[in-house]
């Protein structure tokens, strides 16, 4: 069982806007603007997305965005492509350990 | 350009012994952590452990502490990742990723090493 707690999958058409969610506690996610969001496409490794709850990497599509509320973090893809379709992972510091903890993982797919 | 180059895919027995590889190039290797993510087939992200190799301060998961040892040449800017009798639940794609401290994001990953475990 994963430390933080997203959906199994989401699904969009093209064009659409999707959010993920990634719960966690006052230890991680409620605690610190420390979640960062991964995009993982198959046999692939995972790419840097969002970090420090909403700041996008040199490079990332505007597309993409985060934010938080209370121990809940949130990504969002607006203009749904194809290329989107992935697996996506969130992340937090969190002060019950040295090591960062993962979500589940959340399959999107987009029809 | 900064990149983490991972060794190649391994096929072991179990009980063998493996130690995997992460080359850190175009960044000042010991100014990074550099950490090591496991992932099962068909599951999600774990990580295992840490290792600053500025001055080999290393930190493990619960989960792997005494199952894998992280370790660091930082005179050929590397990090390894070893185990010293492998089992079959050890199959999995295994990553190293850079960062500068503890809360950053892992911004650099490298392209993974996969481990078969099978008699």
């Known amino acids: 069982q994963s430390a933080l707690t997203q959906p199994a999958s989401v699904s969009g058409s093209p064009g659409q806007s999707i959010t993920i969610s990634c719960t966690g506690t006052?230890?991680?996610?409620?605690?610190?603007?420390?979640v960062s969001w991964y995009q993982q496409h198959p046999g692939k490794a995972p790419k840097l997305m969002i970090y420090?709850?909403?700041n996008r990497p040199s490079g990332v599509s505007n597309r993409f965005s985060g934010s938080k509320s209370g121990n809940t973090a949130s990504l969002t893809i607006s203009g749904l492509q194809a290329e989107d379709e992935a697996d996506y992972y969130c992340?937090?510091?969190?002060?019950?350990?040295?090591?960062?903890?993962f979500g589940g993982g959340t399959k999107l797919t987009v029809l | 350009e900064v990149q983490l180059v991972q060794s190649g895919a391994e096929v072991k027995k179990p009980g063998e012994s493996l130690k995997i590889s992460c080359k850190g190039s175009?960044?000042?290797?010991?100014?990074?952590?550099i950490g090591w993510v496991r992932q099962m087939p068909g599951k999600g992200l774990e990580w295992m452990g840490i290792?600053?190799?500025?001055?080999?301060?290393?930190r493990y998961s619960p989960s792997f502490q005494g199952q894998v040892t992280i370790s660091a040449d930082k005179s050929i800017s590397t990090a390894y990742l070893q185990w010293s009798s492998l089992k079959a639940s050890d199959t999995a794609m295994y990553y190293c990723?850079?960062?500068?401290?503890?809360?950053?994001?892992?911004?650099?990953w490298g392209q993974g090493t996969l481990v078969t475990v099978s008699s």
């Open positions: 006052s230890s991680d996610v409620g605690g610190y603007n420390y």
């Open positions: 290792i600053y190799p500025g001055d080999s301060d290393t």
């Open positions: 175009g960044y000042s290797f010991t100014s990074y952590w």
């Open positions: 990723a850079r960062f500068a401290g503890l809360t950053t994001p892992r911004d650099y």
């Open positions: 992340s937090s510091y969190t002060s019950s350990s040295t090591l960062e903890v």
């Open positions: 420090e709850v909403s």
